[in-house]
Nanobody, 125 residues
Framework: QVTLVESGGGSVQAGGPLRLFCAAS????????MAWFRQAPGKEREGVAA????????YYADSVKGRFTISQDHSKNTLFLQMYSLKPEDTAIYYC??????????????????WGQGTLVTVSS
C-alpha cells in the first residue's frame, strides 16, 4: 500500500510563491499518474494539476494555468507543486494523490490508489 505525505504548506501573502512536496513510500516512476487536488472551506474538492509519469504529460486547471507547475523527482520519490503569483482564492487544503494501478481517468481522477493527509495553504491579501 502506497503512503503519500504532503509538506510545504503555510501562510503567504498574495503574489508570493510556495512549493508543495508529496513524498511517496513507493517509487513514483512506477505510478501511472499523480495529481494535486485542493479543497477550500465550504467548497468541493477540485483537481489542480496532474502529471502522467510515462510521457510527462501535464494537466492544469484553468484557474492555476501559468502560475502552478507540477513535477516529479523519481530519485527522491517526490511530487512537487510549484506555485507562483498566489491569490487569496488559492487558499485551501492541498492533497496529493496517485494512481499506481492504471484505473484512473484523465486527468488522473477517479480510481486513485493513494491520498495524502493534506497540507494547508493560506494566502492573505
Amino acid at each position: 500500500q502506497v503512503t503519500l505525505v504532503e509538506s510545504g504548506g503555510g501562510s503567504v501573502q498574495a503574489g508570493g510563491p510556495l512549493r508543495l512536496f508529496c513524498a511517496a513510500s513507493s517509487s513514483t516512476s512506477s505510478s501511472h499518474c499523480m495529481a494535486w487536488f485542493r479543497q477550500a472551506p465550504g467548497k468541493e474538492r477540485e483537481g489542480v494539476a496532474a502529471i502522467y509519469t510515462g510521457g510527462g504529460v501535464t494537466y492544469y486547471a484553468d484557474s492555476v494555468k501559468g502560475r502552478f507547475t507540477i513535477s516529479q523527482d523519481h530519485s527522491k520519490n517526490t511530487l512537487f507543486l510549484q506555485m507562483y503569483s498566489l491569490k487569496p482564492e488559492d487558499t485551501a487544503i492541498y492533497y496529493c494523490a496517485a494512481d499506481y494501478s492504471g484505473g484512473s481517468k484523465y486527468p488522473c481522477v477517479g480510481a486513485l490508489d493513494a491520498w495524502g493527509q493534506g497540507t494547508l495553504v493560506t494566502v492573505s491579501s
